[in-house]
C-alpha cells in the first residue's frame, strides 16, 4: 500500500510539473499526463514499481468515461443519433480495416493477421476525443456529435473483435463462438436495461434526492454505474461498455445532470492513471531506433484515418465539414487497441517488435490528438472560407450549444424558489431565453411536467454548469438559501463566465460586501430590500412624488443600503411632508374595445364633471402623450392614466371596461 501510494505521488507530481512547464502553449492535460507515464515508466526513469495496480486505476478511468458518456448523450439521443451510430460507425470501421488489411497483405501479412491489423487501426480513442469534445462545449456539435456515434459504434464492437482473435489467429478451438448466446445475452441486457431505465432507476433517485443528503445521492450513483458494469461484464460485456449501459440508465431520470456533476471529479482522477498507462508502455529507447519508420507509419496512419472517416461521415449525409472535423478527431489509435494488441501479442498475431511498434504509434497519434481537438474552430473556419459557396462542403455548421441547441446570451436561473420562478416567469413575459437549475427532486419533478425548462443538479458542480451553458450566460440570478453553498456556487461560475452579469439574492445584508468581493455585480438582500419596497409603499400612498421615490430608491442601492443600516447616514430625503394630500390616487385604466371611452374625445368624455377624475397622461403604442389636449380620441387599446379620490378613481373603470347598456345595468343595480 506505501509503494502504491508513493508512485501516486509521482504521477500527480510529475503531472503537476509537466503541466505548470508547458502552461505557455496550452498542452493539454491528457498530454501531459502521457508524458509523465513515458517519464515514470519503466522504459523512463523507472519511477513507477506497481505498475499493474496503475492499470487497474486506469480501467476504472475508462469505465467513469464512459458511464458519464451515457448520461450525457440518453437513449433519446442514441436513438435519434442512430444513423451516423450504426451507418457511419460501419463504414467508419469496415473502411478502415479493409485498408489497413489491404496493405498489410501486400507486405506480406497473413490474412489472419491483416485482419488483426485492421482492428487495432480501426479504433479511435475515446478517453481522449469526448474528454476534450466537452471540456470544450462542442459535443452537441454536428462533428462533435459524430465522432461520439462512431466511438460509440467502436466500443461496441470491441466484444465481436475479441470473440475472432483466436479465430483469425488459428485457435479457433479454444473458444466457443457461439452467435447464438451472444444474441441471448444481448437479449437479457437490453431488457433488464428497460426495466431499470423505466421503473427502477427513476423510483430509487427520486426516493434518495428527497433525503437530500449529498453523500447518499452520490453513492447511489456510483452502486449504479459499478452494479450494471459488473452485471454486464458477467455477462460477456465490457466493464466499460457495461458502465455506458449504467450511464443511458440514469441519462432517462430528471437527475442526470446532478449525477453527472456528481461524478466528473472521480472520472477525472481515474482517467489520468489511464493516460499515465498508456505512456508507460511507451519506449523511447525502441523509438530512437525506428524514428524515420515510426514517422511515416503515424502520418500515414493519421492521413488515412482521417480521410477514411471524413468519407464515411460524409456519406452518411453530412457535410463535408463535419466529416473533416470527425476524421481529424478520430485520426488517432484508440485505448481499446491496446487491450487488443495485449490478446493478440498472446495469441502470437504479433510479435515483440510490430508490437512495439504498434505501441509507438499508438502513443504520438494520441499525443496530437489533443492539438487537433484544440484547433477545430480555426481549422473549421477556414475550410468555411474557402468552402462558402460550396453548400455540401459547409453544411450547417453552427458553434452555439447549450441545454437547448443554439440558446446562448441567456438567463441562467439558480435556485427556483418564489424568488427563482417570478423571475422564470418574468423572462416568459418579456421573451427572454432561459434554463433554471434546483436541487429540489419535488420542484423539478413538478415544473418539468408544466413543460418548464428546469435541470435537477447541484450549482457548486462546474459539470453541471458548463451543461448548463454557464459559461456563454449573460445574465445569473443566483437565488439560494444556504450563503454558504450561495459563495461556491458564485466562484464556479465567475471561474466559467467572468462576463457574466451575476445578480444574487441574500437573506441578510451583513453577507453583502463579502458576496460582492467574490465577483457578483449587484447583491439583492431580502431584509433590507423588502424594508425599502415597504417604505417605496408607504410613500406612494403619502402622495410623494413618483420621481421623488424613484429617486430615494436608486440612492439607497447604489450605496449599498447604507443608509438604512447606518444611523449616521438617515437624512430627510423627501422634505416637508406635512402638505400631502389624503386619499389622492392615481390609476391606468386599458380603454377595451366597444366600451363608452371607446372613440370619445376628452372634451366629450367629461371625465371630470362625470366621473370626477382628471386624465394625467395617455399612452398609445409605447408613446406618451402627458396632458394631452382635450381634442385627443380615445381608441382601443390606449391606456389612460387618471387621478383622483380612491372612490372616484375605482368608479371610473366602468367607463373605460363596459358598453353603455352594461354601465347603466351595473349602476341601476
Request: aromatic share 10%; hydrophobic share 50%.
Given at each position: 500500500?506505501?509503494?502504491?501510494?508513493?508512485?501516486?505521488?509521482?504521477?500527480?507530481?510529475?503531472?503537476?510539473?509537466?503541466?505548470?512547464?508547458?502552461?505557455?502553449?496550452?498542452?493539454?492535460?491528457?498530454?501531459?499526463?502521457?508524458?509523465?507515464?513515458?517519464?515514470?515508466g519503466?522504459h523512463?526513469?523507472?519511477?513507477?514499481?506497481?505498475?499493474?495496480?496503475?492499470?487497474?486505476?486506469?480501467?476504472?478511468?475508462?469505465?467513469?468515461?464512459?458511464?458519464?458518456i451515457?448520461?450525457?448523450?440518453?437513449?433519446?439521443?442514441?436513438?435519434?443519433t442512430r444513423?451516423?451510430?450504426?451507418?457511419?460507425?460501419?463504414?467508419q470501421l469496415?473502411?478502415?480495416?479493409?485498408?489497413?488489411?489491404?496493405?498489410?497483405?501486400?507486405?506480406?501479412?497473413?490474412?489472419?493477421?491483416?485482419?488483426?491489423?485492421g482492428?487495432?487501426?480501426?479504433l479511435?480513442?475515446?478517453a481522449?476525443?469526448?474528454?476534450?469534445?466537452?471540456?470544450?462545449?462542442?459535443?452537441?456539435?454536428?462533428?462533435?456529435?459524430?465522432?461520439?456515434?462512431?466511438?460509440?459504434f467502436?466500443?461496441?464492437?470491441?466484444?465481436?473483435?475479441?470473440?475472432?482473435?483466436p479465430?483469425?489467429?488459428?485457435?479457433?478451438?479454444?473458444?466457443?463462438?457461439?452467435?447464438?448466446?451472444?444474441?441471448?445475452r444481448?437479449?437479457?441486457?437490453?431488457?433488464?436495461?428497460?426495466?431499470?431505465?423505466?421503473?427502477?432507476?427513476?423510483?430509487?433517485?427520486?426516493?434518495v434526492?428527497?433525503?437530500?443528503?449529498?453523500?447518499?445521492?452520490l453513492?447511489?450513483?456510483?452502486?449504479?454505474?459499478?452494479?450494471?458494469?459488473?452485471?454486464?461484464?458477467?455477462?460477456?460485456i465490457s466493464?466499460?461498455?457495461?458502465?455506458?449501459?449504467?450511464?443511458?440508465?440514469?441519462?432517462?431520470?430528471?437527475?442526470?445532470?446532478?449525477?453527472?456533476?456528481?461524478?466528473?471529479?472521480?472520472?477525472?482522477?481515474?482517467?489520468?492513471?489511464?493516460?499515465?498507462?498508456?505512456?508507460?508502455?511507451?519506449?523511447?529507447?525502441?523509438?530512437?531506433?525506428?524514428?524515420?519508420?515510426?514517422?511515416?507509419?503515424?502520418?500515414?496512419?493519421?492521413?488515412?484515418?482521417?480521410?477514411?472517416?471524413?468519407?464515411?461521415?460524409?456519406?452518411?449525409?453530412?457535410?463535408?465539414?463535419?466529416?473533416?472535423?470527425?476524421?481529424?478527431?478520430?485520426?488517432?489509435?484508440?485505448?481499446?487497441?491496446?487491450?487488443?494488441?495485449?490478446?493478440?501479442?498472446?495469441?502470437?498475431l504479433?510479435?515483440?517488435?510490430?508490437?512495439?511498434?504498434?505501441?509507438?504509434?499508438?502513443?504520438?497519434?494520441?499525443?496530437?490528438?489533443?492539438?487537433?481537438?484544440?484547433?477545430?474552430?480555426?481549422?473549421?473556419k477556414?475550410?468555411?472560407?474557402?468552402?462558402?459557396?460550396?453548400?455540401?462542403?459547409?453544411?450547417?455548421?453552427?458553434?452555439?450549444?447549450?441545454?437547448?441547441?443554439?440558446?446562448?446570451?441567456?438567463?441562467?436561473?439558480?435556485?427556483?424558489?418564489?424568488?427563482?420562478?417570478?423571475?422564470?416567469?418574468?423572462?416568459?413575459?418579456?421573451?427572454?431565453p432561459?434554463?433554471?437549475?434546483?436541487?429540489?427532486?419535488?420542484?423539478?419533478?413538478?415544473?418539468?411536467?408544466?413543460?418548464?425548462?428546469?435541470?435537477?443538479?447541484d450549482?457548486?458542480?462546474?459539470?453541471?454548469?458548463?451543461?448548463?451553458?454557464?459559461?456563454?450566460?449573460?445574465?445569473?440570478?443566483?437565488?439560494?438559501?444556504?450563503?454558504?453553498?450561495?459563495?461556491?456556487i458564485?466562484?464556479?461560475v465567475?471561474?466559467?463566465?467572468?462576463?457574466?452579469?451575476?445578480i444574487?439574492?441574500?437573506?441578510?445584508?451583513?453577507?453583502?460586501?463579502?458576496?460582492?468581493?467574490?465577483?457578483?455585480?449587484?447583491?439583492?438582500?431580502?431584509?433590507?430590500?423588502?424594508?425599502?419596497?415597504?417604505?417605496?409603499g408607504?410613500?406612494?400612498?403619502?402622495?410623494i412624488?413618483?420621481?421623488?421615490?424613484?429617486?430615494?430608491?436608486q440612492?439607497?442601492?447604489?450605496?449599498?443600503?447604507?443608509?438604512?443600516?447606518?444611523?449616521?447616514?438617515?437624512?430627510?430625503?423627501?422634505?416637508?411632508?406635512?402638505?400631502?394630500?389624503?386619499?389622492?390616487?392615481i390609476?391606468?385604466?386599458?380603454v377595451?374595445?366597444n366600451?363608452?371611452?371607446?372613440?370619445?374625445?376628452l372634451?366629450?368624455?367629461?371625465?371630470?364633471?362625470?366621473?370626477?377624475?382628471?386624465?394625467?397622461?395617455?399612452?398609445?403604442e409605447?408613446a406618451?402623450?402627458?396632458?394631452?389636449?382635450?381634442?385627443?380620441?380615445?381608441?382601443?387599446?390606449?391606456?389612460?392614466?387618471?387621478t383622483?379620490?380612491?372612490?372616484?378613481?375605482?368608479?371610473?373603470?366602468?367607463?373605460?371596461?363596459?358598453?353603455?347598456?352594461?354601465?347603466?345595468?351595473?349602476a341601476?343595480?
Amino acid at each position: 500500500m506505501h509503494d502504491l501510494l508513493q508512485d501516486m505521488v509521482v504521477i500527480f507530481a510529475l503531472s503537476l510539473l509537466v503541466i505548470l512547464l508547458l502552461r505557455r502553449v496550452r498542452v493539454p492535460s491528457a498530454l501531459a499526463f502521457l508524458t509523465s507515464g513515458i517519464v515514470a515508466g519503466p522504459h523512463g526513469l523507472g519511477l513507477v514499481k506497481n505498475i499493474e495496480s496503475i492499470e487497474r486505476f486506469a480501467e476504472v478511468g475508462v469505465i467513469f468515461l464512459l458511464f458519464t458518456i451515457g448520461i450525457e448523450i440518453s437513449l433519446k439521443n442514441l436513438f435519434r443519433t442512430r444513423r451516423v451510430v450504426f451507418l457511419g460507425g460501419t463504414l467508419q470501421l469496415v473502411l478502415t480495416m479493409l485498408a489497413t488489411a489491404g496493405i498489410l497483405v501486400c507486405f506480406n501479412w497473413s490474412p489472419g493477421k491483416a485482419i488483426f491489423g485492421g482492428f487495432l487501426t480501426a479504433l479511435s480513442s475515446t478517453a481522449i476525443v469526448l474528454k476534450m469534445l466537452q471540456e470544450q462545449a462542442e459535443l452537441h456539435q454536428s462533428y462533435g456529435r459524430t465522432s461520439m456515434g462512431i466511438l460509440i459504434f467502436q466500443d461496441m464492437a470491441v466484444i465481436p473483435m475479441m470473440l475472432l482473435i483466436p479465430l483469425l489467429s488459428g485457435n479457433g478451438n479454444a473458444i466457443m463462438f457461439d452467435i447464438t448466446g451472444f444474441v441471448i445475452r444481448f437479449g437479457i441486457i437490453a431488457t433488464v436495461l428497460i426495466i431499470l431505465t423505466k421503473w427502477v432507476v427513476p423510483w430509487l433517485l427520486h426516493t434518495v434526492a428527497l433525503l437530500k443528503r449529498r453523500d447518499l445521492f452520490l453513492l447511489t450513483i456510483l452502486f449504479l454505474a459499478f452494479a450494471v458494469a459488473w452485471m454486464t461484464s458477467g455477462l460477456g460485456i465490457s466493464l466499460a461498455l457495461g458502465a455506458f449501459f449504467a450511464g443511458l440508465v440514469i441519462s432517462e431520470s430528471d437527475y442526470h445532470h446532478h449525477a453527472f456533476g456528481d461524478i466528473m471529479p472521480f472520472r477525472d482522477i481515474f482517467l489520468s492513471f489511464f493516460f499515465v498507462s498508456v505512456g508507460m508502455l511507451f519506449d523511447p529507447g525502441f523509438a530512437r531506433e525506428h524514428l524515420v519508420l515510426i514517422a511515416v507509419l503515424t502520418l500515414l496512419l493519421i492521413f488515412g484515418k482521417t480521410l477514411l472517416t471524413t468519407l464515411a461521415v460524409f456519406l452518411t449525409g453530412y457535410s463535408l465539414l463535419s466529416g473533416m472535423l470527425t476524421g481529424l478527431f478520430l485520426s488517432q489509435v484508440g485505448e481499446f487497441s491496446f487491450v487488443l494488441a495485449r490478446i493478440g501479442f498472446t495469441e502470437k498475431l504479433l510479435d515483440v517488435f510490430h508490437y512495439q511498434l504498434f505501441i509507438a504509434v499508438a502513443v504520438i497519434t494520441m499525443a496530437v490528438t489533443p492539438f487537433f481537438i484544440a484547433s477545430s474552430k480555426r481549422i473549421a473556419k477556414w475550410i468555411q472560407k474557402y468552402g462558402a459557396n460550396h453548400p455540401w462542403i459547409t453544411g450547417r455548421i453552427q458553434w452555439k450549444n447549450s441545454v437547448r441547441e443554439g440558446m446562448s446570451h441567456h438567463l441562467l436561473i439558480i435556485g427556483y424558489g418564489r424568488n427563482g420562478r417570478n423571475i422564470a416567469r418574468a423572462a416568459r413575459v418579456a421573451g427572454i431565453p432561459y434554463v433554471a437549475v434546483d436541487v429540489d427532486p419535488d420542484i423539478v419533478r413538478r415544473e418539468k411536467k408544466k413543460k418548464e425548462n428546469i435541470v435537477f443538479g447541484d450549482a457548486t458542480h462546474e459539470a453541471l454548469l458548463r451543461q448548463v451553458q454557464a459559461d456563454k450566460a449573460l445574465v445569473v440570478a443566483i437565488s439560494v438559501a444556504d450563503v454558504i453553498t450561495t459563495f461556491r456556487i458564485l466562484e464556479t461560475v465567475r471561474s466559467l463566465n467572468p462576463g457574466a452579469y451575476v445578480i444574487v439574492r441574500t437573506r441578510y445584508a451583513e453577507n453583502m460586501e463579502d458576496l460582492y468581493n467574490a465577483g457578483a455585480d449587484e447583491v439583492i438582500p431580502e431584509e433590507i430590500e423588502t424594508s425599502v419596497r415597504i417604505f417605496a409603499g408607504v410613500l406612494a400612498r403619502f402622495h410623494i412624488p413618483r420621481e421623488d421615490i424613484e429617486r430615494i430608491e436608486q440612492t439607497l442601492r447604489a450605496r449599498g443600503y447604507e443608509m438604512l443600516l447606518a444611523e449616521s447616514r438617515r437624512r430627510n430625503l423627501i422634505g416637508d411632508t406635512q402638505t400631502l394630500i389624503p386619499d389622492l390616487e392615481i390609476a391606468t385604466y386599458t380603454v377595451h374595445e366597444n366600451a363608452r371611452a371607446a372613440g370619445l374625445s376628452l372634451r366629450d368624455a367629461a371625465l371630470r364633471q362625470e366621473w370626477g377624475v382628471t386624465v394625467l397622461a395617455i399612452i398609445r403604442e409605447g408613446a406618451y402623450f402627458t396632458n394631452p389636449e382635450a381634442d385627443m380620441v380615445m381608441i382601443p387599446d390606449d391606456r389612460v392614466i387618471v387621478t383622483g379620490t380612491s372612490e372616484k378613481v375605482n368608479q371610473v373603470g366602468r367607463f373605460f371596461r363596459m358598453k353603455a347598456l352594461e354601465d347603466s345595468e351595473e349602476a341601476g343595480n
